[in-house]
């Protein structure tokens, strides 16, 4: 079955960066494009980034765009989230998911105080 582990969360202070990472097993990893979505407290689930299979092509929410970046590892099964100049209200709980499957991992608390 799709399993996702994610990793790399931690406290960071405004403006510090982090890199989260997700190893994939139980598909064929390079067949599929995969997402970072994250959850705040009170807020509902929301999308990111996303790469596409090959790691070609990226998209990302607004509100991220110049800060985050999504990559990917195919001989690793792992995708990535670069983030940087972190924010305040970008703390949250993050998750990867391939848009495929249902499954969610447990994600990884990402916290931005000072």
């Known amino acids: 079955q799709v399993q996702l582990v994610e990793s790399g969360g931690g406290l960071v202070q405004p403006g510090g960066s982090l890199r989260l990472s997700c190893a994939a097993s139980?598909?064929?990893?390079?067949?599929?494009?995969m997402s970072w979505y994250r959850q705040a407290p009170g807020n509902e689930r929301e999308l990111v980034a996303t790469?596409?299979?090959?790691?070609?092509?990226?998209n990302y929410e607004d509100s991220v765009k110049g800060r985050f970046t999504i990559s990917r590892d195919n001989a690793k099964n792992t995708v990535y989230l670069q983030m940087s100049n972190l924010k305040l209200q970008d703390t949250a709980v993050y998750y990867c998911?391939?848009?495929?499957?249902?499954?969610w991992g447990q994600g990884t608390q990402v916290t931005v105080s000072s």
């Open positions: 790469i596409g299979r090959s790691g070609r092509i990226t």
């Open positions: 998911k391939a848009p495929s499957f249902p499954s």
């Open positions: 139980g598909f064929t990893f390079s067949s599929y494009a």
